[in-house]
Nanobody, 124 residues
């Protein structure tokens, strides 16, 4: 089994930056991708970015691709989400998820393991 734990959330002012960290423990042949999702109160869960561990290929939601960067340190089983030029609408709970992925990287059903989330609050 695999466990993923997020960290790095917090409160920053609009225009600022944050780096979220997702550490995976355990191993599985199905942990081929790790993604970041977020969900704000009253809104649907939104896929932000995903990374294919073997090749390092990255995938982004168009809405954040110019401001967010996903990266990995395979030696540490760690995936990062660097967020810059943050906006108040980026405020949400951010989740890390890992899994084999379905047909689409942004499909939550393709991720088997989910973290508890880390809260990001952006103030104006």
């Amino acid at each position: 089994a695999v466990e993923v734990v997020e960290s790095g959330g917090g409160s920053v002012q609009a225009g600022g930056s944050l780096r979220l960290t997702c550490v995976a423990s355990g191993s599985s042949i199905y942990r081929r991708y790790t993604a970041w999702f977020r969900q704000a109160p009253g809104r649907e869960r939104e896929a932000l970015a995903s990374i294919y561990h073997e090749a390092g290929s990255t995938y982004y939601n168009d809405s954040v691709k110019d401001r967010f960067t996903i990266s990995q340190d395979n030696a540490k089983n760690t995936v990062y989400l660097q967020m810059s030029s943050l906006k108040t609408e980026d405020s949400a709970m951010y989740y890390c998820a890992a899994g084999p992925v379905s047909a689409y990287w942004y499909d939550p059903s393709g991720y088997l393991w989910w973290g508890q989330g880390t809260l990001v609050t952006i103030s104006s």
